[in-house]
């Protein structure tokens, strides 16, 4: 399987409105057999909560990783 990298920015005044969860489903279903991987930084507990809600779990340090 191929191997992505996301990142997801989202303005404050736009939280809660589930942008950041409709865009790691879009990113699944256009392509559904990468491995894709995500750097979240320990102290952003939206992040985390968001990509273990998405499926991400931690691999190593900062990085967490969805299979396909």
């Not at 909560?49 to 691999?59: D, H, I, S, T």
Request: include cysteine; charged fraction near 20%; hydrophobic fraction near 45%.
């Amino acid at each position: 399987p191929i191997a992505l990298e996301v990142s997801i920015a989202i303005d404050a005044n736009c939280y809660g409105r589930g942008i950041g969860s409709a865009a790691l489903l879009l990113l699944r279903r256009v392509v559904p057999s990468a491995d894709i991987v995500a750097d979240i930084h320990p102290e952003n507990i939206a992040s985390l909560c968001l990509f273990a809600a998405a499926g991400y779990r931690p691999e190593s340090g900062n990085r967490y990783r969805c299979r396909a």
